[in-house]
């Protein structure tokens, strides 16, 4: 089955650190890729995707490229601030096939939390 | 911005009591989807629908139940509540068009039984 595999946390970082989390896949045919972020208090909403290889999604200074030979998605940002900390988490979309007809399912990883400290 | 509203946003009751979440968005998706989330953050999928009239049981088994009467609406029941059910309850939704599968969420139900 599909899986996604992210870098356990908590990440603690100061104020302009450089962040990198990592996120590796598992999944048959050819997925969607996305990061979601959840504020403190608050649903998720999505941060950026990608949906073929090579793609490159980028939002609020966040970047990740979908990179099909090595099976993984990680999400980096240049200069982190206090207001991005929040969990985030990898997820991929693909089809799944069954009596019910064919729909896209989406599998989160586990959640990575962020801590940025002035 | 997403239009996806959940009420209440705490809750906190007895051990027996009954309880319903309302889920309810304005973007006219007819898939929804409810998520439930644990302390370590992980999310569990456990309940989903494809439209008016479909309710499917998602990966984590759930003692509460659903119902889709109208393509907006999806609410969520605890015919009697336990500690165990003390959870983060998100909702979800997104259009069958979308088919990258992308999904706009609610901002959650948190929920603890005494």
């Known amino acids: 089955g599909n899986s996604v595999t992210q870098m356990e946390g908590p990440v603690t970082l100061s104020e302009e650190a450089f962040l990198t989390i990592n996120c590796t896949y598992t999944?048959?045919?050819?997925?969607?890729l996305f990061w979601y972020v959840q504020y403190p208090g608050e649903g998720l909403q999505l941060l950026l995707k990608?949906?073929?290889?090579?793609d490159k999604g980028s939002n609020k200074g966040f970047e990740a490229t979908y990179r099909k030979e090595t099976t993984s998605f990680h999400l980096e940002k240049g200069s982190v601030q206090v207001s991005d900390s929040a969990v985030y988490f990898c997820?991929?979309?693909?089809?799944?096939?069954?009596?019910?007809?064919?729909?896209?399912?989406?599998?989160f990883g586990k959640g990575t939390l962020l801590t940025v400290n002035p | 911005e997403a239009d996806i509203y959940q009420t209440p946003r705490y809750l906190v009751i007895g051990t027996g009591k009954k309880i319903t979440l309302e889920c309810s968005q304005t973007?006219?998706?007819?898939?929804m989807y409810w998520y439930q989330q644990d302390p370590g953050m992980e999310l569990h999928l456990i309940h989903y629908?494809?439209?008016?009239?479909?309710?499917e049981k998602g990966d984590l088994s759930s003692e509460s139940t659903v119902s889709r009467i109208r393509t907006e609406h999806f609410p969520l029941t605890l015919e009697s509540a336990r500690p165990s059910h003390t959870s983060q309850y998100l909702c979800a939704s997104s259009h069958r068009d979308r088919v990258t599968g992308e999904l706009f969420f609610g901002e959650g139900s948190r929920l603890t039984v005494l």
């Open positions: 990608a949906t073929k290889a090579d």
């Open positions: 999944a048959t045919g050819y997925p969607s």
């Open positions: 973007m006219g998706h007819d898939k």
């Open positions: 629908s494809y439209g008016v009239n479909s309710t």
């Open positions: 997820a991929l979309s693909a089809i799944i096939v069954n009596s019910g007809g064919s729909n896209y399912k989406l599998t």
